[in-house]
């Protein structure tokens, strides 16, 4: 069967529903609200929304299978019957939540981000001998669910490298095996699916290999070679598009061009068109003109020069997205809340589909003798229309004048804050936010929906910040924080009130699960009209003699999690938001707050894929947290904070921040990062977790008392702070108030103890 790829598709689309309906459905299930029947009949609905949606703006290939109750990875861990035996025990809905959010006996997979997306995915665990079988159920019923509706749709699934590559090695396991180990085994299942997919007349199916576009050795490409000559070469099977997302090809592109693939689906707004893309001549290349990361409008002359760039040496191209459409909100219409003048360069799923429908019409129309233009370079212009023009700004212009960004030596420094702070040995603080309740929560509501007043909710803020200024008194906490009660989130919170920001009403994007976030749009250049936090942290510290932190979010934060303007540099834009977070640092300051934590955990997150690109942006991101923090006097104490694990890879741009102390993730990764090489030369003041707070768990004393020891194993007791793994909004006060005694009374054993000796 030959055929041929429809001119326009898109790689993948939103699931959540465009107000949320999944995830509201998911939450009623999970709470016992609903059943399992009308939790199935939300996603039905939300699945055949889509696909209606998406032939009613014309586009030409429709997906399926985009759709997920929690993960696409975890959906493929099903798929090939790769459920750890410990889940197998429950019926398989549960098994699929129990993997997903564990249940009261039974601990969850790990999750972690997708590739760097603030998507999270489900790690998969493969151990070495399990056999995988194939359970096509899924993909299968949604294929028929749209033939239904007269769509013939095209299933989208994790491909077999890029599943084993995100996957961990089942604990347990024989010494040095990998799960790429199994691509074998694995490859032999996607055979099956490709055979269950012919039989079921399914005419193309998607295969994503982001992992193509990360740095793979030779074993690796070996690897891919072998697994999609093999599926490649079967003869009763769909067409095979292999989708590359989020970067170029780069090596791989000649191993997949050696192979008998139908497709490769290219990213063409974080990639240049590959200088041996003839390679691919005789296939189809799907080429990802329209991003699938961003929300800015396409500049379509330029992607029409892109597909003019391919289509010279291509025959058969197809109009498509960088990537799946997951990563932004559905719909521009519903945002009442943008300005004009914004809204006109703002492109979200609907629109871009819109944008990938008229540029695969245009060749009919296109004007003769249209330049020829090659492809523009990366980095710098990722090409949208939306993004403001004008001069790059640089840290000079932003600041006014060239910041110096190195405090005194940290000897210094220390000096000064021990003389200043008076903190005992193993000093116990905590991340910043205290419990968001539900009393909270609705009066933000209520504020937001105009029912509550402003000075009612200003009222009902400090009240809870005197809650939390008490009852770390009460515990003994060394430290303190205000608690946070006045952030709905610690991006937005800012972006609401720096210039150069906008936020939406209704553009949420999935973060994890039934988790979505509302990214807010980094659009124009970025000021600080008036301190944001001072205030609240005034009020805080005047309640007690003991030091309240300021609690600010860091500029590489701040810009990971918006969608930010592509006119100018990455390294210009978090220096922009630098020397906003330095002028409130410096507002702290003069309030008299002595210890200012400046939160970095995305610092990981923004890092190239391509270890080649990792430097520059680790300057960059340095620099930005340098230029927010290097303000503050000797006395003033630096705090920083990263969670999400990983940070071992980063652990050199860590100790480049030159923060006094840090505070990082360890509970939940039981200690791994006082493993890490390099750990013990970490010159400052450094508090790795001694509570996970991702768990509803309350730790006993003498378990927190093991976990400061084997910090204080590696690391010189005066530098070892005792803390929590983050913060603790998703917590109860109850657990919190459980957890927090058991953490003080662990760091006064300890204590006695390093007195002692
Ligand atoms: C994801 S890091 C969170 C840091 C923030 N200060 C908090 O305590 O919630
Ligand atoms: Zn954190």
Redesign the pocket.
């Known amino acids: 069967m030959q055929t041929p790829f429809p001119p326009s598709t898109v790689l993948g689309y939103p699931r959540i529903g465009p107000h949320r309906e999944l995830k509201k459905a998911l939450e009623s299930h999970w709470d016992g609200t609903i059943g399992a029947d009308e939790l199935a009949k939300t996603a039905r609905e939300l699945r055949e929304q889509t696909w209606l949606r998406l032939r009613d703006l014309g586009l030409g290939a429709v997906p399926s299978n985009t759709f997920s109750y929690y993960d696409q990875v975890l959906d493929t861990a099903v798929l090939l019957g790769a459920v750890p035996a410990r889940y197998r025990a429950l019926p398989p809905g549960d098994a699929y939540f129990a993997m997903a959010r564990g249940t009261q006996g039974v601990a969850p997979l790990r999750m972690t981000k997708w590739f760097d997306t603030n998507y999270h995915y489900i790690v998969p665990e493969i151990d070495a001998t399990s056999p995988f079988r194939l359970d096509a159920a899924k993909v299968l019923d949604e294929v028929r669910e749209a033939r239904e509706l007269g769509i013939e749709t095209r299933p989208v699934i994790v491909g077999p490298v890029t599943f084993l590559s995100l996957a961990q090695a089942a604990p347990g396991g024989p010494a040095g095996f990998a799960p790429l180990d199994r691509l074998g085994d694995v490859v032999a299942v996607y055979a099956e699916l490709l055979a269950a997919l012919h039989a079921e007349g399914v005419s193309w199916v998607q295969l994503d290999e982001p992992i193509l576009v990360t740095d793979l050795d030779a074993a690796v490409l070996a690897g891919v070679r072998a697994a999609y000559t093999r599926l490649g070469d079967r003869t009763a099977r769909p067409r095979l598009l292999v989708a590359a997302p989020f970067g170029e090809l780069g090596e791989a592109l000649p191993v997949l061009a050696s192979t008998a693939i139908d497709a490769v689906g290219l990213d063409l707004v974080r990639g240049r068109v590959p200088a041996d893309l003839g390679l691919l001549a005789g296939k189809t290349v799907v080429a990802g003109v329209v991003s699938g990361r961003d929300i800015w409008r396409t500049h379509l002359g330029s992607a029409a020069a892109t597909l003019r760039a391919v289509r010279a040496q291509i025959e058969h191209v197809v109009v498509a997205t960088s990537c799946s459409l997951q990563h932004v909100p559905y719909d521009l219409a519903l945002e009442d809340g943008l300005d004009d003048e914004l809204r006109e360069r703002l492109a979200f799923a609907e629109q871009k589909v819109a944008e990938i429908v008229s540029l695969a019409d245009a060749p009919a129309r296109a004007p003769q003798g249209a330049p020829e233009t090659s492809a523009p370079a990366r980095g710098v212009t990722e090409r949208s229309e939306g993004a403001p023009q004008g001069a790059p700004v640089t840290a000079d212009s932003a600041g006014g004048k060239a910041v110096p960004t190195a405090r005194s030596p940290y000897a210094v420094r220390a000096a000064a804050q021990a003389a200043h702070l008076r903190l005992p040995a193993l000093p116990v603080t905590t991340?910043?936010?205290f419990p968001q309740t539900p009393e909270l929560r609705a009066a933000r509501t209520g504020l937001v929906g105009g029912s509550l007043p402003a000075a009612d909710y200003d009222r009902r803020v400090r009240a809870e910040i005197e809650r939390a200024i008490r009852l770390q008194e009460r515990l003994g906490v060394d430290v303190l924080v205000h608690g946070?009660p006045e952030r709905n989130d610690?991006v937005q919170f800012f972006a609401e009130r720096l210039d150069g920001f906008a936020v939406t009403k209704h553009g949420w994007v999935q973060s994890y699960g039934s988790r979505c976030t509302r990214p807010p749009i980094l659009h124009g250049e970025v000021k600080r009209p008036a301190p944001m936090t001072v205030e609240l942290a005034a009020y805080a510290q005047s309640l007690t003699d003991k030091p309240v932190k300021g609690?600010l979010t860091g500029p590489v934060t701040i810009t990971a999690w918006s969608f930010v303007r592509r006119d100018v540099p990455l390294g210009d834009l978090l220096d922009q938001v630098g020397a906003a977070i330095r002028d409130e640092v410096a507002d702290l300051e003069a309030a008299g707050i002595g210890i200012i934590?400046v939160?970095e955990?995305a610092l990981r997150e923004l890092l190239p894929l391509r270890r080649a690109e990792q430097a520059e942006y680790l300057a960059w991101a340095v620099g930005a947290y340098r230029v927010a923090t290097s303000g503050a006097a000797d006395r003033t104490q630096i705090h920083t904070?990263l969670?999400y694990s990983n940070a071992a890879e980063v652990l050199d741009a860590i100790d480049a921040l030159d923060a006094d102390v840090t505070t990082i993730e360890s509970a939940r990764s039981h200690g791994t990062i006082l493993g890490v090489s390099g750990l013990p030369d970490f010159a400052r003041g450094l508090g790795p977790g001694v509570y996970d707070i991702h768990s509803p768990r309350v730790p006993g004393v003498e378990e927190v008392e093991k976990l400061i020891a084997a910090a204080l194993a590696v690391l010189p007791a005066d530098r070892v702070w005792v803390n929590p793994d983050?913060?603790?909004?998703t917590r109860t006060y109850p657990q919190v108030e459980a957890a927090l005694t058991h953490v003080v009374r662990a760091a006064a054993r300890q204590r006695l103890r390093l007195a002692a000796a």
């Open positions: 991340i910043g936010s946070e610690m609690m934590q939160d955990p904070h969670c983050c913060g603790l909004k």
